[in-house]
């Protein structure tokens, strides 16, 4: 094992993690133009963009800038000025990445016959394209790509399986979860992960997060991250209540709701099925059979839990 996994590790069943998170992407992901095409230079135009703007913005100047200059001769052909006014215009970032920009359409036109490169070391060769945005344009046009690594993939590597800062461990981890020649939507569908459901603040459960059943920070509450350097409190939250449940049905398996609860709580008080008081006489705890009960609800309409009577005796355990 190299240094870079020497303190940490996936989970063993990576398929299941692979399944997961691109069923997830397929079944709802935000709508981008970009993410309908494979056009290499419509790609590079939106990653570009990217950088330095919001996705929302980039959205209608990525329209104006492709109806302006639709092909990379076009682009090539055009006057730098116009180019970089265009980008003035429209408060896409630094001026340098219109010229780069620009020149790169030109040296497809003029060294490669009008054809992208279509590998990430051939894409590099390009003006102004670093090894991220190869990455992207070989991955996104080509399917063709490696893992991406940036700041969302990160943040998600972190508190889903634990991986420590350390690049060398993220470029592991995620090269070793990628599924092989699927490049596009993989890298699309973690991070879109980390752009709607691993947030700085976290969405788990309203974003319906495909991995909540090995995420290490949804079990244990600590939502840190190498891009969110205070720990938000969650101590006592529903949330690590129900990271509590899953870690409890992990270990075990099965559990019945008077074992899981005092599992999930030190303070839980069963009471009886029925609203019936307890050997104490209290019927009506804070954290009682009720408030278990809506803890596994949640999770059953996540689908991560099913909840089952056996001899009389509601069973919780994860869904498979």
Sequence with gaps: ????QSDWSLPDDRGAVRDALVSWYEADHRSFPWRETDDPYEILVSEV????????????AWAAF????????????????????????HSLGYNNRAKY?????GQVVDEYDGEFPTTPEGLQDLMGVGPYTANAVASF?????DAVVDTNVKRVLHRAFDVPDDDAAFEAAAGALMPAGESRVWNNAIMELGGVACEKSPNCDAAGCPWRE???AYETGDFTAPDVPTQPSFEGSRRQMRGRVISALKEYEELPLSKLGPRVRVDYVPGGDDGSA????????????EWLRGLIADLEDDGLVEAVESDGETLARLRR
């Design 1 to 4: 094992m190299s240094d870079a």
């Design 49 to 60: 963009m990217s950088q330095q703007t919001q996705l929302g913005r980039v959205v209608e």
């Design 66 to 89: 492709l109806d302006r200059w639709p092909t990379p001769a076009d682009l090539a052909a055009a006057d730098r000025a116009d180019v970089v006014g265009f980008w003035t215009d």
């Design 101 to 105: 920009l620009h020149e790169a359409a």
């Design 141 to 145: 046009a080509f399917d063709n790509g």
């Design 214 to 216: 090995w995420c290490h």
């Design 278 to 289: 307890d050997e104490n006489g209290d019927s009506d705890a804070e954290y009682g059979r």
